[in-house]
């Protein structure tokens, strides 16, 4: 996974647990499956998915009110 795939995902993860969302409140929010989210969320994704689809990214960062390019800075 690319570093900042991984950050992006990082900050999915903890404003996740922010807000107190499940792992299928948040996928069903971002219209997702809840096992991408999980291996997106545990890096343990099969090839497929080691890097999501931007529009994915899109969804999970809309989904948790934050703007997308923030997924990538500090």
């Known amino acids: 996974m690319h570093k ?3 950050k ?6 903890r404003r996740e647990n922010e ?7 948040l996928a069903n929010k971002a219209d997702i499956s809840k096992s991408h989210l999980f291996y997106l969320e ?6 497929s998915i080691d890097n999501p689809k ?3 990214l899109i969804k999970l ?9 923030k997924l990538f800075i500090d």
């Not at 992006?8 to 993860?13: F, L, N």
């Open 42 to 47: 545990n890096q343990s994704s099969p090839k």
């Open 4 to 6: 900042l795939t991984k």
């Open 54 to 56: 931007i529009e994915t």
């Open 8 to 13: 992006a995902i990082d900050k999915i993860s």
């Open 19 to 25: 807000l107190g969302l499940s792992y299928e409140a």
């Open 61 to 69: 960062a809309e989904a948790l009110d934050i703007p997308f390019y």
